[in-house]
Each structure stands twice: as C-alpha cells, then as structure tokens.
C-alpha cells in the first residue's frame, strides 16, 4: 500500500479560515496563507481549501485567496467552492490550484466530470461529496447515505455510494469524502461509508469529518482510506502534523517522510492570526 496522505483541510470564507460542526457555527480560525504555510513547514503532503460559501452565494471561489495559498505553499493543492464549469475550474488551476474539487455543480451536471477530466485530466478531478446518513432504504438509496449539496444545506435524493461509483465512471480521479453526522465532532471517522465507497471505486479516496487523533486516522485506512483530512485538530491545536504522522508510523500505518518523528503533539501556529 503506498503511504497515507495527512491533509489538513482550511474552509475558507470571506477569505478567512473557518470551522465549525456539522457545516454550522463557524468560527475563525485565522490566515488560509498563513496556516497552509505552517501545515506544510510540519510536513503535510498536501492542502485542501473549500470556499464554504461559494456555492450558496452563487459565485466562484475566490482566486486572490488562492493565488496568496499558492504563493507560501510547495505541496500539492486542492480547491473547491463554487465551480459551475470549465471556464471556474481553468481559473483556479490558473490562479495555483493542482486539484479542483466539484460537488454541487457535478451532481446537477454529471457530464461535467468527464468534461472536466477531458479537458485537465483525471488527475486534476476530485468528486467532493457531503454524505448524510438516510437511514438506508429510504430516499437516499440503499446504502444508508445520501448526498448533500450547497455546503450541507440541500439534501438530495441521490444514494452517496452509487454517486462515488458513478463520478469515477465519468472521469474523476480521486473522492473526498465527507461525513456531516461527523464533520467538527471529532468522533472519529464514518468507516461503514468509507468500507462502502471503497468496494465500488478504484480511485484514491480522501476520509474527511471527525478526526481526534491519530487511532482514527488509522482506522480511516483500514476502512479504506489512502489519504485523511483533518481540520479541528490542527487548527485548535491538539496535534500538529508531524505528531499525527509519528503516532501513526507508531501504529504500523505507512506515512510519507518530511516530518521530525519527535512525536511533537501540538504547537502554536505563528501568523495565523
């Protein structure tokens, strides 16, 4: 198995990094530059930023935010919010990003993922999908998860899994997949979906919503995962990546270099402010 990817993850509004539980009550959090800089100097393999309010404020992300990320990071980046078509995704790859993130557009539109792939790559499409638990057999479909668009506030009758199995069919190249019953409540990951995704798409799958540590991340890979998204843990402090990648080499999970290995838990992030 190729080494596990820690990202963390900035949900950017009004240019500003926020966080909150369950997609509400967000609060700041700091600087996206300045915090993915300070991700990567503790060795993250790659950044993600979601424009939170794009999406309902009917507009793209934006690219300033974007440009001023790339500007301070090496690593691979990933950007999502508000991308309707072609024309958003070609400026936000312009502006810095490695990866777009669709979500709401994709499910409206599924032709735009293999519109997407054919004029980028596979490589470049990420499937971000919102996954609520229905329940199973219900409106969402049998696996018991439907999909959520507009940052988490329209629920779609549409199975999450069938969805996963059916973006990779029409081109994307990877899946982010977030659990709302998790997201900010650092209970730990949602393994039945991520078992579920897993066993019906070949690509890289990215485990997002209710990491608490590392014995999460861990089991986020048995599950399924080959890279895990983090958010709260960072910026609140409670471990810094490079504590997160020591403790999980500790429990036998494969974690690329670039970290100190001190075990190091947390430390203040300087310029977030």
């Not at 979601?50 to 990320?69: I, K, N």
């Not at 959520?148 to 069919?169: F, K």
């Amino acid at each position: 198995m190729l080494p596990v990817r820690i990202i963390p993850c900035l949900d950017v509004r009004d240019g500003r990094v926020v966080k909150g539980v369950k997609f509400r009550g967000l609060t700041d959090q700091g600087d996206p530059a300045a915090l993915a800089r300070a991700y990567e100097e503790q060795g993250a393999d790659e950044v993600v930023v979601l424009d939170v309010t794009a999406t309902p404020e009917r507009r793209g992300t934006r690219l300033d935010t974007v440009a001023a990320v790339r500007a301070r990071l090496s690593v691979p980046l990933t950007v999502g919010g508000g991308i309707g078509g072609i024309e958003d995704a070609a400026a936000l790859l312009e502006a810095g990003a490695d990866k777009v993130a669709v979500n709401t557009a994709a499910l409206r539109r599924p032709a735009l993922l293999t519109d997407l792939a054919a004029r980028f790559g596979s490589q470049c499409v990420v499937a971000s999908i919102d996954a609520l638990g229905s329940g199973g057999g219900g409106r969402g479909g049998d696996s018991g998860y439907e999909v959520v668009v507009r940052s988490g506030t329209e629920r779609v009758a549409r199975d999450a899994v069938a969805w996963a199995r059916e973006a990779v069919e029409r081109g994307a190249g990877e899946i982010l997949l977030t659990s709302i019953d998790r997201d900010g409540t650092r209970s730990g990951y949602e393994l039945v979906l991520l078992r579920a995704v897993r066993s019906v798409v070949h690509v890289p799958i990215v485990a997002s919503g209710g990491a608490d540590s590392p014995e999460h991340m861990a089991d986020a890979v048995r599950a399924g995962a080959d890279a895990v998204l983090a958010a709260s843990i960072f910026h609140q402090g409670n471990w810094t990546v490079e504590g997160v990648k020591a403790a999980l080499t500790g429990l036998g999970v494969s974690v690329r270099p670039g970290y100190s290995g001190v075990g190091e838990t947390a430390r203040t992030v300087e310029g977030a402010a």
